[in-house]
């Protein structure tokens, strides 16, 4: 008799599962196998330094408008010299100040979206749950939304207030002290730029508290699809079938992340997942196959291997195939240590991000268009994207070696690939815009919080006006709304947020009626609407819904009515349960009690 049978696991296997160790253990492990030296580098790079850049316009302007005086001054003793420089400096201005001002934007949200907004969004749902915790036995689901929106307004105050009484303090104090880049001494130079940047980030977190208090107000509540709710069966209708979070792993005996030990083993229900998706289709073709993110557990080569093959085998399937990344596809930085930060420019987060590229390419890449963010027309193809000039090269050097220069590719192509977008048909057919909700975590235990750059927010936003009455089915792989629902713990609606999520919202804005937004992450089996928005959040293919244990995969088939010429709705929803690998059975399932239509 052996000791134990290595095939069925072991706590290793657990070390990252809040079902198996428990989210406290989870933690405190990462707090002890914290690297000092690594923490006190991130920290340098992703706040210190943009908040000391940002710290310096101060000192630039004042410099600027220093040379500028100077110049126009001499222009009765030294009139060639000083048009000389007014010109040079006229030329600068017009030639660098665009991208300046960008940088700074772009460093300025970074800077928001790496410490301010999390922060502000954790202090929002404690605030939040403590004010739900008031509420009666008999309160309704208007009285939920009425007391979160209380909280909204309350966490709000408190961020902007404190950020008010930091800058005011610094301002009576010190003032602003910015100094003359020209002459001042780099000791003077360091010290105005630490003492502005803390004010800068402080008054801009004012504003930010109140325009993301704001925001929030103004997005309409859930509402999801009742009983009673009917709707005529269309005689024009999409089929879609939306598939998310398969966390494929890299063999047979391996366990994944989220439920270790306690949860399936292998990618036999993927396969099993695949093979009944070639079934239905042969009965009755999809017109588009979904597959909304966490795609793969952590990311690894391997585990896209096991995706493609898969795929490979079912190229009818392949062919109306499209996918999303997830935050388990690029960035988990360590499967077994919840603590270990990861740098920027990491070859680890480069290959991870090249990854998903090439399964794209290899998936999508003939089909998708990119977008420009200042006009919203579509360029080209992701396939001809990623072959202009040096970049095929460049992105085989880094998978080969992970060289720097492919490292540097990769994170502006990732900024620049989305979204990827399906054009719509002619004939009314819908377009299928695809969109990237993961933000870099750089640290597997916050891994879950997803954000969207505001570059794709306005790509999007100029790609729904540049098209007029379209339609469109939206992919990505966060929630873009909080369910009105009792109960749900801090850890998923902190840990598991998309934190601009209604910056999304307002960039769909009055396009809503004719979209259709799918995704997936939080595992729940969910159809509703938000305003004049239809949502479809799908449970995992792999580990089923969220409160099923870890129960049979499930996954999504719509019908997306079009009829209407300036509409698109769902029609029908049937959750499908995903065959077992060796009884070969299938069934169907109910959504959540909330939304218990099909």
């Known amino acids: 008799m052996s000791i134990w049978d290595l095939r069925k696991g072991d706590a290793d296997d657990d070390r ?41 316009v101060p000192s630039l302007l004042q410099t600027y408008g220093t040379l500028v005086k100077t110049s126009v001054g001499r222009l009765g003793t030294e009139p060639i010299w000083a048009l000389v420089i007014i010109a040079g400096l006229a030329f600068v201005t017009y030639k660098w100040g665009h991208m300046r001002y960008t940088s700074a934007a772009r460093s300025l949200w970074k800077l928001h979206y790496t410490l301010v907004f999390p922060i502000f969004i954790l202090v929002r749902e404690v605030v939040k749950i403590a004010g739900e915790r008031w509420l009666g036995p008999h309160a309704t689901r208007d009285d939920l939304i009425a007391r979160r929106r209380l909280g909204t307004i309350v966490s709000g105050g408190l961020f902007a207030g404190l950020s008010l009484a930091i800058a005011a303090a610094i301002i009576l104090t010190t003032g602003i002290v910015s100094v ?7 000791r003077m130079i360091i010290r105005a730029g630490v003492i502005d940047g803390v004010m800068v980030l402080a008054l801009s977190t ?36 939306h598939l998310s979070d398969l966390h494929l792993v890299a063999s047979r005996h391996d366990f994944r992340m989220e439920p270790g030990t306690r949860g399936p083993q292998g990618n036999a229900r993927w396969q099993a997942t695949a093979e009944q998706l070639a079934d239905m289709d042969r ?58 930060l990861e740098m920027p420019w990491s070859a680890g987060l480069a290959l991870r991000k090249l990854r998903f590229i090439l399964a794209a390419d ?68 819908p377009g299928v815009i695809l969109l990237n909700s993961c933000t870099d975590s750089h640290m597997a235990l916050t891994n879950g919080i997803g954000a969207i750059e505001p570059r794709q927010l306005q790509a999007l ?138």
């Open 362 to 429: 290899q998936i999508q890449g003939q089909r998708v268009h990119l977008v420009c963010a200042r006009t919203g027309e579509l360029k080209e193809k992701l396939y001809e994207v990623l072959r202009d000039g040096e970049r095929m090269e460049r992105l085989q050097a880094l998978a080969r070696d992970g060289n720097f220069r492919g490292r540097w590719l990769v994170s502006r192509l990732w900024r620049d690939l989305f979204p990827m977008v399906v054009p719509p048909g002619a004939d009314g057919r």
């Open 180 to 186: 003359s880049l020209a002459t001042a001494s780099p």
């Open 283 to 340: 009965a009755a073709p999809f017109d588009v196959i979904l597959i909304t993110g966490d795609v793969t557990d952590t990311g690894t080569r391997a585990e896209w291997v096991e995706f493609l093959e898969h795929v490979d085998a079912n190229p009818a399937i392949r062919e109306r195939m499209l996918i999303v990344p997830g935050n388990h596809d690029v960035n988990i930085c360590d499967r077994w240590n919840a603590g270990r």
């Open 461 to 598: 936003e100029r790609l729904l006006e540049r098209h007029g009455e379209a339609k469109w089915l939206v992919a990505l792989h966060h929630q873009v709304t909080e369910y009105a629902e009792f109960g749900i713990p801090l850890k998923e609606r902190f840990g598991l947020s998309l934190i601009n999520a209604p910056d999304l919202l307002a960039s769909i804005g009055k396009r809503a009626r004719q979209a259709v937004v799918l995704h997936g992450h939080r595992h729940r089996n969910w159809v509703g609407t938000c305003g004049d928005l239809k949502l479809c959040s799908v449970p995992s293919s792999t580990l089923g819904a969220h409160d099923a244990k870890y129960g049979p995969g499930l996954f999504h088939l719509h019908e997306i009515a079009l009829g209407e010429a300036d509409r698109i709705s769902v029609a029908t929803t049937e959750t499908v349960v995903v065959r077992d690998a060796q009884t070969n059975a299938g069934a169907k399932a109910p959504l959540d009690q909330s939304n218990p239509r099909h």
């Open 16 to 56: 990252m599962s809040p079902g198996g160790r428990g989210m406290r253990a989870i933690v405190l492990s990462a707090l002890f196998e914290f690297n000092v030296v690594q923490a006190a580098l991130a920290f340098v790079f992703l706040v210190l330094l943009p908040a000391f850049l940002l710290g310096l």
């Open 206 to 241: 004012v504003v930010a508290s109140l325009y993301w208090t704001w925001r929030e107000l103004g997005a309409p509540a859930p509402d999801p699809l009742k009983d009673d709710a009917t709707i005529e069966t269309p005689q024009k209708a999409l089929r879609v079938a």
